[in-house]
């Protein structure tokens, strides 16, 4: 009778999962070894209901295929299961178009409000009062990274800011090793600049001012000609060494043929994928030792509207789960993201982990560009950024059309 009643219960459960099981698309730009491991909790966390994840994964790091590949798709009437964007403005105009399934009742169920930390992350999935996303981590581009042995190669100590790095490069060159590697990508390089170099160089009080307060004066002013300075020295130290996407960059500091990248923090999954431990292999120094902070970026899952019931339920169960405590952490620790909770378990974070974890505690944070800036500002800045980092543009140029950027920027 026993038996019975299990076989029965099974039943039920199968043929209930059975009938409303739904196939969604998910579409993201997590393609790295790190962002593949981590993707894959979220892909695990779904089948288990029943429901089916098919990978939409498009390559391209920091979205630069993705994002327009979605957009394009949502407009012209083909929507996914669900898609992944930076927390920010990338949506605004999606949001308005009424293209995205409203969350908020069931953030609403769920208490996201309560858990959610810090809560701003919920404001830029908010609109007109209506939640259209799931905020999935936090990430910062605020780091460099470290490859010990390289420094220890080269004689000297790890360095623990930007100028004692800078310092250790003709150390580094005699000693064979690149000091720092930088993909080619835009988005690479105007992170490194006009994200990291001017948080550590300039300040976060001057970054505010520049990307929130949108102040051109700051922009043209002395804080500023040291950040573009500072990125000319960079632009030399990263000559030795070609590569494109940041995830090779990565590849060239664990293996020590570079000794420095300057990447967000999901720079960190590589790490571990290569089983290289934190502290001891390697080194990260957040806001590059100098000013440590955290740049409030990371990822958000937007759900578009569909017709088929199933499938919108199935929707609604990956938003709960992807934000549910347990999937939080298997994720954020494969994807060297913090997660956007503050009641989870992470006795298993690593020194890196540990030290943001710390950053955001204090309260030391700050908006991150996505947020801060519209999408065609940022266009316009990677532009630009590109242009220097592929020519012999002085520091004093570069300002000045930066700082035209800015005056124009909304
Ligand atoms: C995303 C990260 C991702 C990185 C590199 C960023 O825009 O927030 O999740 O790992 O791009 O692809």
Not at 47 to 71: L, M, Q, R
Not at 167 to 195: H, Y
Not at 341 to 358: H, Q
Not at 373 to 386: A, E, F, K, R, W
Request: net charge negative.
């Amino acid at each position: 009778m026993k038996h019975l009643t299990k076989v029965l219960a099974t039943t039920a459960l199968v043929s209930a999962s059975a009938a409303t099981a739904a196939e969604l698309e998910v579409v993201h730009w997590w393609t790295s070894g790190g962002e593949a491991a981590a993707v894959a909790e979220f892909a695990k966390a779904l089948d288990a209901t029943g429901h089916t994840w098919v990978d939409g994964a498009i390559a391209g790091g920091g979205g630069t295929n993705a994002i327009p590949a979605v957009v394009s798709r949502l407009l012209g009437g083909d929507p996914m299961g669900a898609t992944q964007f930076n927390h920010g403005r990338q949506t605004e105009d999606l949001i308005q178009e009424g293209l995205f399934l409203d969350l908020t009742d069931l953030a609403e169920q769920e208490g996201w409000r309560d858990f959610v930390f810090p809560s701003s992350l919920l404001d830029s999935c908010t609109y007109d009062g209506r939640l259209y996303c799931v905020p999935v981590n936090i990430h910062s581009w605020q780091w460099i990274w470290l490859n010990n042995d390289a420094f220890a190669k080269a004689g000297t100590d790890v360095p623990s800011n930007w100028d004692e790095f800078v310092a250790a490069a003709p150390a580094l060159r005699e000693a064979g090793v690149a000091p720092l590697a930088v993909g080619s990508q835009a988005w690479q390089q105007a992170g490194a600049i006009t994200e990291v170099l001017a948080v550590a160089i300039a300040g976060p009080e001057a970054w505010e001012q520049v990307n929130v307060a949108k102040d051109a004066d700051v922009a043209a002013g002395p804080a500023y000609a040291a950040v573009f300075e500072a990125a000319a020295a960079a632009r030399d130290l990263a000559a030795d060494i070609t590569v494109t996407d940041w995830n090779l960059a990565t590849a060239a500091v664990i293996e020590g043929q570079a000794a420095a990248q300057i990447m967000g923090d999901w720079a960190q999954g590589e790490f571990a994928v290569a089983e290289a431990v934190a502290g001891e292999d390697y080194t990260c120094l957040p806001g590059l030792g100098v000013n440590p902070v955290l740049s409030l970026g990371g990822d958000a899952f937007y759900f578009p509207k569909n017709s088929d019931a199933d499938v919108e339920a199935a929707q609604l169960e990956l938003a709960s789960l992807m934000i549910s405590k347990e999937v939080q952490v298997d994720f954020n620790l494969k994807k060297g993201s913090l997660p956007v909770r503050g009641d989870v378990d992470l006795s298993a974070a690593n020194d890196c982990m540990n030290k943001g974890l710390g950053l955001l505690a204090d309260g030391k944070i700050l908006a991150g560009a996505n947020i801060a800036l519209s999408q065609d500002t940022i266009g316009q800045v990677n532009d630009l950024i590109v242009q220097f980092w592929n020519s012999d543009m002085s520091a004093a140029e570069v300002q000045e059309k930066y700082a035209g950027i800015i005056a124009r920027a909304d």
